[in-house]
């Protein structure tokens, strides 16, 4: 049986987004309806409320708009994100692009201005460490499974 693929929450329908909205994806929730792959959101498995004020990576920590240290819960977050990818045997994952949890080769300053740097998020980050191979919904055209 082939190991499932862990998918960021609001790319499944999830209203776990910040704003306490989703970004729900047709193809992202075709996978999960197939039991293809398991939704998870780093953010509120780390203890973040939704809706929350956005946050994003400055340096090593990560702080929300108000300036607010939310490092402790993406940390955890991210964390428990890996224990569910050991459990169920996960090697990929497709996360949101440009999270500071979920984004995967860019993400934002830590200006709240929009502005992009290369960089991965905290959950996305810590996948890769672990050899799980993860891509933004953006590329889900050159996902194998969906071609
Ligand atoms: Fe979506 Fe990831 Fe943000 Fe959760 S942390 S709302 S799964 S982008």
Redesign the pocket.
């Known amino acids: 049986r082939k190991s499932p693929i862990l998918v ?3 790319l499944a329908g999830i209203f ?3 704003d306490g909205k989703t ?1 729900a994806n047709e193809t992202i929730l075709e996978m999960v309806r197939s039991g293809t792959a398991i939704p998870f ?4 498995h780390g203890g973040l409320p939704t809706p929350r004020p956005p946050c994003e990576i400055q340096g090593a920590s990560v702080l929300d708009c108000h300036g607010n240290d939310c490092t402790n819960a993406f940390v955890r977050g991210a964390e428990e994100g890996l224990r569910l990818a050991h459990l169920v045997g996960c090697t990929e994952a497709i ?2 692009a440009r ?1 500071p ?2 984004g995967s080769g860019i993400i934002y300053d830590g200006t709240f201005s929009g502005t992009r740097i290369s960089g991965n998020g905290c ?1 996305a980050d810590l996948l890769m460490k672990n050899g799980i191979r993860v891509r933004s919904e953006e590329t889900i055209s050159s996902f194998p499974e969906n071609q």
């Not at 959101?41 to 509120?44: D, L």
């Open positions: 960021s929450a609001c776990c987004r910040y970004n959101c780093p953010e509120v996360l949101k999270s949890s979920c959950f």
